[in-house]
Structures are given as C-alpha cells and as structure tokens.
C-alpha cells in the first residue's frame, strides 16, 4: 500500500474512532438496541419492588441468543435501605456457580444488573454508578437498570472493547413473549430468604468507633450523601428527615451529624 492510501486509511479509522467516542454517551433511537423484558420477569421485578419503601437488586438471566432479553429476575441475599442495596458476596459467588452449573455462559446471567428505587426518579445515584462501574468494569460489557416507582425506567449499557463507551438505551416489556404464572408464594419465599431491609445508618452509627478517620466503603451511606440528597425525591427527603428527628445519638453537640 502507498503512503496516499495508507494515509487515507488511517483517517478513516481515526474518524471512525472519533465517530463512536461521540456517539458512546448519546441515547440510540428506539428500534436500535434496547433493553427487553418477557411479561414474567417484568412482573416479578414489580413485585420486588412494590414489598417495602427500600430499593431490592438482582440480575437479569439473558436468552442466549439475545443476551438484551431479560428472560428471568433472579434475588441474591442483600441488605438493603430506601437509598441502598449491597450484596452478599458468598450468595453472589453461590448464584454464579448455580448458573454455571445449569450450563449458562457469564454474559448470560452476570452483565445486566436490576434495581428498583422507591422514588419516582430512576437516575442512578452516585453510589450506584460506583458500584456500577467497581463491580462491572472489567466486563466487555455490562447495563446498569433501575426501575423507579411509577415505573420510569433508566438503562444504560457501557461497553469497554475498542475505545469504549456508554448509551442509554430505551426499556419495553416484550408482550410477544409468552406469558409465565405469576408465582406470588414463591416470589414471597424469595423475598423473605434473600432482602433483609436495615435501616440506611445503623450499621455505620453502630459499629463504627469514634475517630477521625474512616473506610466508608462497605457502608450504604454514600459518601456524597449530601449531593445524593438533593436530587432525592421530596417523599424520600422527608422520611430520611424524620428518621434523623428520632435519632438524636447521631448528632454531636454543635449539631453536626455523625457519620
């Protein structure tokens, strides 16, 4: 190849490189790609969600052949608050080996991530794009998907091949798909064994010694609490308000909250 056409094609990678940086964080029209759901994992999911005022994770198991089809939900033990969910690292190792064992691959059962809010934004708040991006970030790629209350819904799908990058991508539950029963008594059974609901400072006020110092990092307070608060829904400010009014111990003296 001569220097004109090894030129021209550099350019045209260089450009086309350029082309998907751009494009990585723009939302794709509808008809594109997007995220699907069969009638019965939507339905569970609700359900999930609708059981207390706190958030409640878990995965979504994938077709094979269209790993965006989210076939089933599935709960691992977790600990969770009105602004929180945190996993318990054995159960998830358990429910990795689970989905192995049935002969699934990992981009089947551990790329897309499932989390209700108990508001009516699905903005993921800071912590979850942290653990979005520590626990997903060395997948080739992974969706981050939150479903809020009055069933908004946010998808967003990074990828970390080529240059990388993200999109929101948009959210349908797939009707064509056949319909599942609605299994209440199991769901129910799930939901007692694997969601323990703890109150969003106990672990931090309770356990923590008194210094200056501290690993935040295992706790469900995040540490831009304040940031998060302020994009809160009014409903989730008043109650964490009208917890903090029946919680004097986490207050000192000059009125200064203990964290």
């Known amino acids: 190849m001569n220097n004109k056409k090894q030129k021209s094609t550099n350019l045209r990678i260089q450009a086309s490189l350029r082309q998907r940086q751009q494009t990585s964080s723009w939302q794709v029209k509808r008809g594109d790609v997007g995220l699907r759901f069969s009638p019965t994992a939507w339905a569970k999911l609700v359900y999930f969600?609708?059981?207390s005022d706190n958030e409640v994770g878990g995965f979504g198991i994938g077709d094979p052949d269209d790993l965006l089809f989210v076939r089933e939900f599935i709960t691992v033990k977790q600990e969770v608050t009105c602004v929180s969910v945190k996993f318990d690292d054995q159960a998830v190792a358990d429910f990795f080996d689970t989905q192995v064992d049935l002969g699934r691959k990992p981009e089947q059962f551990a790329r897309v991530w499932l989390h209700s809010h108990p508001g009516d934004s699905p903005e993921p708040s800071a912590i979850d794009e942290e653990t979005f991006g520590r626990v997903f970030g060395n997948c080739q790629w992974a969706v981050l998907f939150v479903v809020a209350q009055d069933n908004k819904t946010y998808a967003k799908l990074r990828f970390n091949v080529g240059?990388?990058?993200?999109?929101?991508?948009?959210t349908e539950i797939d009707y064509s798909q056949d319909?599942?029963?609605s299994e209440h008594e199991l769901w129910d059974t799930e939901y007692v064994a694997n969601v323990k609901a703890i109150e969003w400072f106990t672990e931090r006020s309770n356990?923590?010694?008194d210094s200056g110092s501290h690993d935040l990092s295992d706790y469900a307070l995040p540490y831009d609490f304040l940031d998060d608060f302020e994009l809160m829904e009014p409903e989730e400010r008043q109650f964490i308000l009208d917890e903090l009014a029946d919680r004097p111990d986490l207050w000192d003296e000059k009125g200064v909250m203990a964290l």
């Open 163 to 170: 240059p990388g990058g993200q999109i929101l991508i948009p």
């Open 49 to 51: 969600r609708d059981k």
């Open 207 to 209: 356990t923590v010694p």
């Open 179 to 181: 319909f599942g029963s």
